[in-house]
């Protein structure tokens, strides 16, 4: 159906496209000049939706295509009823697959019952903002000991292509979903298709769907409506938050690409870019999505973000940018990937400023130093094993290097959602368990269990169980 507008009003003024250049469009009216951000109407049946981002003179206004301008011709006549794009929300809106325009796209019947709302709102003031810092728990060990994310707060997973961002996403979505009581909301900006057809797939199988809202605009789709669904995905966000006083997961894949498409738009509109390429506007653009998530007195909107990192570079300013907005960031490491440490965060380069004693907790908190020290110290000495070997360090250095090569490995996890290609099925752990293990792994509890028992387990004590289990096959053999 396109952007074909199923909710006008009577005052429609007219124009006509004066020129076209891929996705941009200028038009020209006789009076009453849309304003910025007005969504106009154009093609054979008003498939075309075009947004005002700028005015010419006092006839003309540039726009942008949200959808493919083929077909598309100077002299035809555009009409506008002086609305901004719009999105539906409701009850009905969950379990559902949606694209830029609010059309659903999951083949189901017709959404009915809804509410259309403008996806440009404003962030709420901070006299209604929540003041209380909450954990927000995920069951994944790594995150939930060393980056403790908020609730009502953003964590950023940065990573470069191919490093499992997508994966952890997922499976936060499988843990919080499952564990939780609130709304999940997706929004896939510029990613593959594939992706959200497994996605959508794989949460039906496992029964989430029903408190979920998918919106996607993907890689193949113009940067005018990838660059326009994350406003329409936290519009919905809102809704729930606002109106149904629910606490809502928003996870967003990529945050990379919504800046990228606003490189895009403002390349196409003529303007100078700046470092790298990048738009001179990108930082308040940001603002503008990033600011609108926020933690309320009636509920909360709780964002996970995947951020990819071009060329591995944490300099690049996309993601330093991005950094800015967030409560947690979550590095992901491609030399930890390579060694089959999944998930492969960098433990020593990620942090989250839930990380206090006053928030966690004083043994949450000296736990979670005494491990990153231990990792850092490990990391210090692996220059001198590779050149001289284990042998050559003293006995506190080795016991210091068994300590951080099984904690490595018990910060490993199996995962929900990759199941069905590692064969090892996924487990979920409580904070409690995990913090436990951790310390019982520092007082050298385990020193003479091989580290290979730690590797992808759950609770500390199956590690105990897979050191059984090795040792009643080697005895049978």
């Known amino acids: 159906m396109g952007a074909n507008s199923s909710h006008k009003n009577n005052s429609l003024n007219y124009g006509k496209v004066i020129s076209v250049r891929g ?9 009453k000049l849309p304003s910025i951000f007005t969504l106009l ?6 498939e075309i939706g075009i947004e005002v981002l700028s005015q010419i003179d006092s006839n003309r206004i540039r726009g942008i295509a949200l959808n493919a301008t083929q077909g598309l011709s100077r002299g035809m006549r555009v009409e506008t009823d002086g609305e901004q794009l719009k999105v539906p929300v409701g009850k009905n809106i969950l379990g559902r697959m949606f694209d830029v325009f609010g059309n659903t796209i999951d083949h189901e019947e017709k959404i009915s019952e809804v509410v259309w709302r403008n996806i440009h709102q404003e962030q709420p003031p901070l006299t209604k903002r929540s003041t209380k810092s909450e954990i927000f728990l995920t069951g994944i060990k790594a995150i939930d000991i060393l980056i403790p994310l908020e609730r009502g707060g953003k964590a950023g997973l940065f990573g470069g292509a191919g490093v499992g961002k997508t994966v952890l996403l997922t499976e936060m979505i499988h843990n919080m979903v499952g564990h939780g009581k609130g709304v999940s909301i997706f929004c896939g900006i510029g990613e593959r298709c594939r992706e959200g057809h497994e996605l959508y797939n794989e949460m039906k199988e496992a029964g989430v769907l029903d408190d979920m809202v998918m919106m996607f605009g993907q890689m193949n789709e113009p940067p005018g409506a990838r660059f326009r669904v994350g406003h329409a995905a936290l519009t919905m966000a809102e809704y ?25 738009v403002s390349g196409l509109m003529g303007q100078m870019p700046s470092r790298l390429g990048y738009q001179p506007t990108m930082g308040t653009e940001l603002s503008k999505l990033e600011e609108r998530i926020a933690n309320t007195d009636e509920g909360a909107i709780t964002s996970i973000q995947a951020v990819y990192v071009p060329a591995d570079d944490l300099t690049d300013p996309a993601a330093v940018h991005t950094f800015s907005h967030l409560s947690a960031s979550i590095v992901l490491s491609r030399k930890k990937a390579s060694e089959g440490l999944y998930p492969a965060i960098d433990l020593l380069q990620s942090n989250s400023k839930m990380a206090t004693p006053g928030i966690i907790g004083q043994r949450h908190y000296n736990l979670a130093q005494e491990i990153k020290q231990t990792l850092a110290q490990y990391e210090d000495l692996k220059d001198i094993i590779a050149m001289l070997g284990l042998e050559q360090l ?44 951790c310390e019982r792994i520092l007082s050298d509890e385990f020193k003479d269990l091989p580290e290979s028992t730690f590797y992808m387990i759950g609770t500390i004590e199956d590690a105990q169980e897979k050191e059984k289990k090795e040792k009643g096959k080697s005895s049978v053999n």
């Open 240 to 264: 729930f938050r606002d109106d149904e006083f629910r606490d809502v997961l928003l996870l967003i894949d990529n945050i990379f690409r919504f800046i990228q498409a606003g490189m895009e």
């Open 394 to 437: 003293s006995t506190d250095d080795r016991n210091l290097v068994n300590r951080a090569r099984r904690l490595e490995r018990f910060l490993t996890q199996p995962f929900f959602t990759t199941e069905q290609f590692s064969g090892i099925s996924g487990k979920y752990v409580s904070l409690e368990d995990a913090l436990n293990g």
């Open 41 to 46: 109407h154009t093609g054979e049946r008003n």
């Open 23 to 31: 996705s941009v469009v200028d038009v020209w009216f006789e009076n």
